[in-house]
Nanobody, 119 residues
Framework: QVQLVESGGGLVQAGGSLRLSCAAS????????MGWFRQAPGKEREFVAS????????YYADSAKGRFTVSRDNAKNTVYLQMNSLKPEDTAIYYC????????????WGQGTQVTVSS
């Protein structure tokens, strides 16, 4: 498994920006996908964005397209989620996750970081 530690959450006003970081360790990341998920109070956890470690290919949920950008720094083994034009409905705990590219199961999770967007 991969160990994941998120950081960068906080309180921001609507329209503002935050950058979340996810430091990964534990094994090599070839053939690994890294993802961001979020869970708002009373709602199920939902997919936000993902990036394929080897190729940099990215994929976004509709709610994130045009506002969020996922990226990685191979030298630092860190994945980022740049969030712009934040809305109150983006308020949630954001989780970093990892899986083998060949599987569909996200099997490594971070502890989460709180993002609160005030109106």
């Amino acid at each position: 498994q991969v160990q994941l530690v998120e950081s960068g959450g906080g309180l921001v006003q609507a329209g503002g920006s935050l950058r979340l970081s996810c430091a990964a360790s534990g094994r090599t990341f070839t053939n690994t996908d890294m993802g961001w998920f979020r869970q708002a109070p009373g709602k199920e956890r939902e997919f936000v964005a993902s990036i394929r470690w080897t190729t940099g290919y990215t994929y976004y949920a509709d709610s994130a397209k045009g506002r969020f950008t996922v990226s990685r720094d191979n030298a630092k083994n860190t994945v980022y989620l740049q969030m712009n034009s934040l809305k109150p409905e983006d308020t949630a705990i954001y989780y970093c996750a990892a899986k083998r590219t060949v599987t569909s199961t996200w099997d490594s999770w971070g502890q989460g970081t709180q993002v609160t967007v005030s109106s």
